[in-house]
């Protein structure tokens, strides 16, 4: 699947690779922002703000308290990805105030994208390390699992897995913003806080009506779903 992303432009690591070059932007396994990714991508897509400005919305971003419900913080999350961050700060005796960019989706090229196999997630004893996750500007915005049992059943107990890493390593959970299922020739995706039966399905419609004629149901869900235009439209959609 990873050969999808990098034909779409996006940046793809292998798990041999991802293991210590992941790790050059993250102190521990803990954390899930890439800091280095997130501080260059800030600056590109906001030519005009300060750093301190930049830094201040760098702060905001890593506020997670893992004391508080996921739902409640994801609501702020979602409003610095669709309206930006606001930020002030005190420079020759005034303060200034003004707004920072998470993601330009104006032009989907000066954002940073980035597919990673495997990123391994820790928090107290658990381990965490979804089959891919999407990377935007440094921030884990969509994960990728795959059912690889193909029984029918076997896809509500794989969900049920989830939902244990979800509560026990609830920092990746925070950011994400989409669950994508593999299972087969099936797809399912959905918000990150939505039930599995509330996850759509990629109909055989959907397939037809693909810009791509691809017999690989996976392939074809990748080359639409994830084309950096259409993606970003998708993600401002479903979370405003």
Request: net charge neutral.
């Amino acid at each position: 699947m990873l050969l999808w992303f990098e034909v779409l432009g996006y940046t793809v690591l292998l798990e041999r690779e991802s293991s210590f070059r992941i790790l050059t932007e993250r102190e521990t396994e803990s954390e899930v922002i890439l800091r280095d990714r997130l501080a260059q991508s800030l600056r590109k897509i906001n030519p005009h703000v300060s750093e301190l400005a930049l830094q201040k919305a760098i702060k905001k971003l890593y506020f997670y308290d893992c004391k508080n419900q996921i739902n409640s913080q994801t609501e702020t999350l979602q409003k610095y990805l669709t309206q930006g961050i606001d930020v002030s700060y005190y420079f020759n005796g005034k303060f200034v105030f003004t707004k920072v960019k998470v993601i330009d989706y104006t032009h989907p090229l000066n954002n940073d994208w980035l597919a990673v196999h495997q990123f391994s997630v820790t928090a107290d004893h658990w381990y965490y390390s979804p089959e891919i996750v999407i990377f935007i500007n440094g921030l884990p915005l969509v994960v990728i699992e795959v059912c690889r049992c193909l029984n029918t059943r076997a896809i509500g107990s794989f969900y049920e897995n989830i939902l244990i890493y979800k509560e026990k390593t609830k920092k990746i959970f925070y950011y994400a913003q989409i669950m994508i299922i593999f299972q087969g020739d099936e797809v399912r995706f959905g918000q990150i806080n939505q039930s599995l039966e509330q996850f759509q399905v990629w109909s055989n419609a959907e397939k037809e009506q693909s810009l791509f004629d691809w017999k690989n149901t996976r392939v074809g869900f990748i080359q639409d779903y994830f084309d950096k235009r259409y993606f970003l439209h998708i993600l401002k959609a479903s979370i405003q």
